[in-house]
């Protein structure tokens, strides 16, 4: 599988605290134990990041086949492909993308060999939320990771940081859901996503809500959006919406 990472990054650092919303950075956990990989990414996600869940690594090369991630955790000891293999899978097409093991393993010739694959951090477990927090910002310093985006379609400007949009300079009110789900859109044009996608995305997965949901915040966006000129929501008969640009 030809797997692309992409990795942003900005010409200067900017400080300040990350706020929290879709737009922010993008970390995946490839973790198989369940019940940690939804604490880590919970704790991760209530710190101002977008984290994303995988319980092996071949569900994360989806992933990260169909989406763009800043920052990867992974475990060691996996069914199937070890996270030595996905490291270095990884590391092959992409040479800057930083790489944190959460590994039970805590000898030498682990860390070393995980290191020597090209992974920039190694943390034994159990491990500490708050250390695990330190260390994913220092890694995402070191890379010199962009903490500002925005995106400009037409006369609407989004602007990640800041969770809020503009059409020709006057502020749109959006929830954080609404932002969320125009700038997932916007982020990948033409890309269709289906509704069960968005749902698990926005809504998480053990949310009762239904599927139509997403049709009633896409009905919203349209509404709120309606005199941006640069794209249009469509709806892809039985498989979900993309933003096509004008």
Same mark, same amino acid.
């Given at each position: 599988?030809?797997?692309?990472?992409?990795?942003?990054?900005?010409?200067?650092?900017k400080n300040g605290q990350i706020q929290e919303g879709f737009g922010m950075i &993008?970390?995946?956990?490839?973790?198989?134990?369940?019940?940690?990989?939804?604490?880590?990414?919970?704790?991760?996600? +209530?710190? %101002?990041?977008?984290?994303? %869940?995988?319980?092996?690594?071949?569900?994360?090369? +989806?992933?990260?086949?169909?989406?763009?991630?800043?920052?990867?955790? !992974?475990? =060691?000891?996996?069914?199937?492909? +070890?996270?030595?293999?996905?490291?270095?899978?990884?590391?092959?097409?992409? @040479?800057? #993308? $930083? =790489?944190?093991?959460?590994?039970?393993?805590?000898?030498? @010739?682990?860390?070393? &060999?995980?290191?020597?694959?090209? #992974?920039?951090?190694?943390?034994? *477990? $159990? =491990?500490?939320?708050?250390?695990?927090?330190?260390?994913?910002?220092?890694?995402?310093?070191?890379?010199?990771?962009?903490?500002?985006?925005? =995106?400009?379609?037409?006369?609407?400007?989004?602007?990640?940081?800041?969770? !809020?949009?503009? /059409?020709?300079?006057?502020?749109?009110?959006?929830?954080?859901?609404?932002?969320?789900?125009?700038? *997932?859109?916007?982020?990948? $044009?033409?890309? #269709?996503?289906?509704?069960?996608?968005?749902?698990?995305?926005?809504? %998480?997965?053990?949310?009762?809500?239904?599927?139509?949901?997403?049709?009633?915040?896409?009905? *919203?966006?349209?509404?709120?959006?309606?005199?941006?000129? %640069?794209? &249009? /929501?469509?709806?892809?008969?039985?498989?979900?919406?993309?933003?096509?640009?004008?």
């Open positions: 599988m030809l797997l692309e990472v992409s990795v942003r990054q900005s010409k200067g650092k &993008k970390i995946l956990v490839v973790e198989d134990d369940e019940k940690l990989n939804q604490i880590v990414c919970t704790y991760l996600n +209530d710190s %101002g990041f977008h984290a994303k %869940g995988c319980l092996n690594a071949r569900n994360a090369y +989806d992933e990260m086949y169909n989406n763009r991630y800043d920052l990867i955790i !992974s475990d =060691i000891m996996m069914p199937e492909i +070890d996270g030595f293999e996905f490291a270095g899978t990884v590391r092959q097409v992409s @040479p800057t #993308i $930083p =790489i944190l093991f959460m590994s039970a393993k805590d000898d030498l @010739p682990s860390k070393q &060999k995980g290191f020597q694959l090209g #992974i920039d951090d190694y943390m034994v *477990k $159990p =491990i500490e939320l708050a250390e695990l927090l330190l260390r994913v910002r220092a890694l995402l310093r070191r890379a010199n990771i962009e903490m500002e985006r925005k =995106i400009t379609v037409g006369n609407l400007l989004l602007d990640a940081d800041g969770m !809020s949009a503009e /059409i020709d300079g006057e502020e749109i009110s959006l929830t954080a859901r609404e932002f969320n789900l125009i700038y *997932k859109l916007l982020s990948y $044009p033409k890309k #269709i996503f289906s509704r069960a996608q968005l749902m698990d995305e926005f809504w %998480g997965v053990e949310s009762e809500a239904s599927l139509r949901a997403v049709d009633v915040y896409v009905t *919203k966006l349209r509404d709120k959006l309606s005199a941006c000129d %640069g794209f &249009k /929501i469509v709806t892809v008969r039985g498989l979900g919406y993309k933003a096509v640009l004008k």
